[in-house]
């Protein structure tokens, strides 16, 4: 089987972490994907750390590359056009190749004029610089990653964590995604968005979690949860449990209760022979019609298409 050529472009003031997420990720897929590292020019490349890093790969591993991915760099290295060299390097990849972004790589995939009038994502503290700089780009901050293919952007850290497992995912299936996220020890897709970790004020001193609640209602997405059966399993008034559920999770609890449902959903059309109508049942929407508006609506899909790209042999 040919294996997918996956090139990583470091720049100066590159965040370690992140340069190696997709090594670690990808790498972890059973031998499908090959993992290359170049910066713009083959010589070493300074990090935000206090060490550089030496690549082994020069600007024309780009010419190559199945997938690009534009590792991020420091705040301070970011700018509003992109410097020669790497335009240069940039201009290497093969039209129609698929590229993603980690955090502020978007950054420079913006300054190139690439994300013009598509949707794209970056961390959220530098949103409003991003906004300002790109008007062109349409920004939407409050998700983990967006796909607009060829062109995938992600948010901070642990949101390249996310997207290389939906490479894997989109590339191979559920099964093998599933699998490199258990050898990695991450969730195999997390919940909600970007919301979740933006800076706000810290609960009260002894405020009462939702965590337990949200485990209670995970064994009965079956059932037609309403917000007073939430707050009154919480032993809370429904305006407080919907304050600090947003705080938690940055979500609504109805918003969460359809996006597990999907998710549920998802598992089940993927791992099941059951109908659509069985399927909607069983995660508590009430017909299959509602079903195929929501998975539709969550990732664009009806779950016939779903399940035709994702089932996996049993």
């Not at 090594?23 to 010589?43: F, H, K, M, N, P």
């Not at 300002?132 to 060829?150: I, N, T």
């Not at 993927?270 to 998975?295: K, N």
Request: net charge neutral; aromatic share 6%; glycine share 8%.
């Amino acid at each position: 089987m040919r294996r997918e050529r996956v090139v990583v472009l470091a720049l100066d003031g590159v965040y370690p972490f992140e340069l190696g997420i997709p090594s670690r990720i990808l790498g972890a897929a059973d031998g499908s994907y090959e993992i290359l590292t170049c910066s713009v020019d083959g010589r070493p490349v300074r990090t935000n750390a206090d060490f550089g890093v030496t690549v082994e790969h020069g600007p024309e591993a780009l010419a190559s590359a199945d997938t690009v991915v534009i590792a991020p760099v420091a705040p301070a290295h970011l700018a509003d056009e992109v410097a020669d060299d790497v335009l240069a390097a940039l201009a290497l990849i093969r039209p129609g190749t698929r590229i993603v972004s980690i955090c502020t790589g978007a950054f420079v995939l913006a300054a190139a004029g690439l994300l013009d009038g598509r949707r794209a994502t970056t961390h959220w503290q530098v949103a409003d610089r991003f906004r300002r700089m790109f008007p062109r780009v349409d920004l939407d901050p409050d998700v983990l990653f967006v796909d607009d293919h060829p062109f995938l952007t992600s948010a901070g850290a642990a949101s390249g964590v996310d997207i290389c497992l939906h490479l894997v995912r989109k590339d191979h299936g559920s099964r093998l995604a599933n699998s490199v996220a258990r050898r990695c020890v991450v969730p195999p897709f997390r919940d909600g968005g970007q919301a979740q970790y933006i800076e706000q004020p810290v609960p009260e001193q002894g405020a009462a979690s939702t965590a337990a609640t949200r485990a209670w209602a995970l064994e009965r997405l079956d059932e037609p949860l309403t917000l007073t059966d939430l707050s009154g399993h919480a032993r809370m008034s429904q305006r407080t449990f919907a304050r600090r559920f947003r705080d938690e999770v940055g979500l609504s609890p109805g918003r969460w209760l359809i996006q597990q449902r999907v998710v549920r959903a998802r598992h089940l059309l993927e791992s099941s022979d059951l109908t659509v109508d069985q399927i909607a049942g069983r995660v508590g929407f009430a017909t299959g019609a509602s079903l195929r508006q929501h998975l539709s609506a969550a990732i664009g899909v009806s779950p016939q298409a779903y399940r035709r790209t994702f089932q996996t042999a049993r």
